[in-house]
């Protein structure tokens, strides 16, 4: 049984493939916070910007088995895609929770290219195309290595130094949207002073909050 949250159509806004189309789908549930805003400050991760308790946002659900939310995600994609591979983004919540080798190949088999938002605290499974490993400082870091390392930044626990070392593609800092705790600061200055200063770092911004999208 698969718990969703949201699953809808939309561009991906951040890292090494921002700008992409791609169907998100947004497993409900995280190891690092309950979700609930009377715990977002004793919990491991503090300034998450996402809602996920639940099954109740738009295209959301149980789905009983692999091959009916692959079905489900595969509805999503436009019938008039022409020649481009569809992508689906498993995120959440914590997607790794949820996503198994069954819905990877229920996926693979419908021609998706498959991308994973995690936290890295759980070892991907295999056949993953795209992984996407976001590091928060509190928590251990267990998946090691993938396509993308994108740090939200800055974080007292998690300074970028710990990570270049990592067996990563890309390179990414992110600037931490104050916006969800009801903080106000810079943190785009500072994120890009960071990435002149250390050129092995890229600048990724959070484009659909620009664009106005999903
Ligand atoms: C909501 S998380 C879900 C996936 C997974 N749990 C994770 O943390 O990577 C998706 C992405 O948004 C980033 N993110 C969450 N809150 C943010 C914030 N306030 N500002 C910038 N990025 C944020 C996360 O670090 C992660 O890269
Ligand atoms: N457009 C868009 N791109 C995204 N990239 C990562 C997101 C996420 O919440 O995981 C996200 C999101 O919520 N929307
Ligand atoms: S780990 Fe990801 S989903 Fe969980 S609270 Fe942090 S940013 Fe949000
Ligand atoms: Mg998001």
Redesign the pocket.
């Known amino acids: 049984m698969y718990s969703v949250k949201e699953a809808f159509y939309t561009l991906q806004g ?2 090494g493939q921002a700008g992409r189309a791609a169907v998100f789908c ?1 497993f409900s549930g ?1 190891n ?1 916070w309950s979700g609930r805003e009377q715990d977002r400050e004793r919990s491991i ?1 503090r ?4 809602d ?1 308790v639940g099954t109740d946002g738009r295209n959301g659900g149980r789905f009983r088995g692999a091959e009916s939310l692959a079905a489900h995600i595969d509805a999503l994609w436009p019938a008039q895609g022409g020649s481009a591979t569809p992508l689906v983004v498993f ?6 929770l949820q996503l198994n080798v069954e819905l990877i190949e229920a996926l693979h088999a419908r021609r998706f290219e498959i991308a ?5 605290t759980i070892v991907a499974p295999a056949g993953i195309d795209w992984l ?5 400082g509190r928590a251990q870091l267990k998946q090691r290595s993938g396509h993308e390392l ?3 930044y800055p974080q007292i626990e998690a300074d970028p130094a710990q990570f270049r070392d990592l067996d990563f593609q890309h390179f990414f800092l ?8 009801g903080g106000e600061g810079n ?1 785009m200055a500072e994120t890009v002073a960071y990435c002149m200063a250390h050129p092995q770092w890229r600048l990724s911004l ?1 484009t659909h909050k620009i664009a106005g999208i999903d």
């Open positions: 951040e890292g947004r995280c690092l991760c300034f998450c910007d996402t996920f995120t959440g919540g914590e997607p790794l994973v938002e995690t936290n890295g996407c490993v976001s590091p928060k994108k740090l939200v992110q600037p931490m949207d104050l916006a969800p705790r943190t959070q």
